[in-house]
């Protein structure tokens, strides 16, 4: 079951080290209203160790939001993915800052990450630097990253069969966050999350 | 005869500043169902585009009156909830949101609309039931998300079964028969005849004559670099089969 931090409520640790076959679990949210700067170090220090870390951030208004992830395979035949998603509007600035280190004996390392954002206003700052530093030669990486806008011919199906402009917008947004919101599994607390887009 | 439910008059077109409908008429009565066909290019997507509502498209002169009202005034979602739907040429993909929760937006939307309570969870599940049914989809169907790994047959069905759910008076079908293998294409067809009442209209665009041997239209229109070059009853659709479109102009 994936671990799940309230970033501004619950304390998100600094640093975790997964041993020999240990797999961690982690879902990272911050919901509207809140501002933080976050700093998560993972190592992978044991072999067959897998992390899969998901990230959620809504930020409609003026949050200031940071969050550095460094996920470093120390040893080889580790995995790790990464999967972050932030919805940034009004006049809030957001910066994710994810570095992949892979280390020279860290052979058959996979590891990927993702960051991908939505961006609701034009006075909004969304800054995305994934880094990979890379020293072993047998490895499978992969990063990706993208700001974006609400798309409008996704919007205009929906409007075409009926459904306002706002719950459409809506719509997209749970869309949006479907990846990461399904890694939650408390019921009540996903469906916070898909409340609080009401706010977005 | 019946009352005038769709009158355009007169309309021009663009996209990205490119002119492409150079004053098309048209008139559609309640019972009627119309093909417009015509080379790519032609027109046609935009005819589909701007009936609707897509806000990329602008009209820059004519008219088009639904029901008595001025729809180019009329947002999309209006022009849904006064009775008017369009069957996507591309149907669009929604990750994460299910079927079952995409229509329950929809036909609440539109009930809202209209001063009506949200329609009832076990009516809203029989409906689905039944239009599902329609268009031989299996249970699962309901959970899936819209159009997302949908083959372009499923995809296909999935507009015909929106399409059932929200009743329109006036279907549009843009280019719906393209793709389709015959299984798809039968069910597509019966889709629309079902809905052929006498307060009812269809307006089947495209530039095949496969979906009109199903659904036999009442007035057959050649639409043909931004204008309607001719106008015809079913007669036309063999004509358009045998020599093409380029011999045929007003």
């Known amino acids: ?200 | 005869m019946s009352e005038v439910l769709l009158e355009i008059k007169g309309l021009h077109a663009e996209v990205e500043g490119k002119e492409i409908l150079k004053g098309v008429d048209l008139a559609i009565r309640r019972g009627e169902v119309h093909a417009v066909m015509g080379p790519n290019g032609a027109g046609k997507s935009t005819l589909s585009a701007v009936l609707t509502g897509r806000p990329d498209y602008t009209v820059t002169a004519g008219s088009v009156t639904f029901a008595g009202r001025d729809l180019l005034t009329m947002s999309p979602e209006e022009r849904s909830w006064a009775g008017l739907f369009l069957s996507f040429q591309y149907p669009i993909e929604i990750p994460g949101v299910s079927i079952t929760n995409f229509m329950k937006a929809a036909i609440n939307a539109r009930r809202k609309a209209a001063g009506q309570e949200e329609m009832k969870p076990a009516e809203f599940l029989k409906l689905m039931k039944e239009k599902m049914a329609f268009v031989q989809m299996k249970g699962e169907f309901a959970k899936r998300e819209v159009n997302v790994g949908f083959s372009g047959g499923e995809k296909k069905r999935n507009e015909i079964f929106q399409m059932a759910m929200l009743d329109p008076t006036l279907a549009i079908l843009d280019e719906t028969d393209s793709g389709l293998d015959v299984d798809a294409l039968k069910i597509v067809a019966q889709g629309v005849n079902d809905l052929r009442s006498p307060e009812k209209a269809a307006i089947i665009v495209t530039h095949y004559q496969k979906l009109l041997e199903y659904v036999v239209p009442d007035v057959v229109h050649v639409l043909k670099e931004g204008r309607i070059v001719r106008t015809g009853g079913r007669e036309l659709v063999d004509i358009i089969e045998k020599e093409g479109f380029e011999k045929i102009d007003g």
Do not use: W
């Open chain 1, 1 to 200: 079951m994936a671990k799940v931090y309230l970033i501004g409520k619950d304390a998100v640790p600094g640093r975790i080290s997964l041993g020999k076959g240990e797999l961690l679990d982690m879902v990272l949210v911050a919901l509207p209203g809140v501002s933080a700067d976050i700093g998560l170090e993972v190592d992978l220090d044991g072999e067959n160790a897998e992390l899969n870390l998901y990230g959620l951030y809504l930020c409609p208004n003026e949050e200031r939001l940071n969050i550095n992830v460094k996920v470093a395979h120390n040893v080889g035949r580790c995995t790790s993915r990464q999967l972050f998603k932030g919805i940034v509007g009004g006049r809030s600035r957001t910066g994710f800052y994810g570095l992949i280190y892979v280390a020279k004996d860290a052979q058959q390392t996979k590891a990927y990450q993702e960051n991908h954002n939505l961006q609701l206003s034009e006075e909004a700052k969304v800054e995305t630097r994934p880094q990979l530093e890379i020293y072993a030669d047998d490895v499978e990486c992969s990063h990706g990253a993208t700001v974006g806008k609400l798309d409008e011919q996704e919007q205009f199906y929906m409007r075409s069969r009926g459904i306002p402009e706002d719950k459409a917008r809506e719509l997209q947004m749970i869309s949006f966050i479907s990846s990461v919101a399904a890694q939650v599994e408390d019921e009540t607390l996903r469906e916070k999350i898909y409340d609080s887009l009401s706010e977005c």
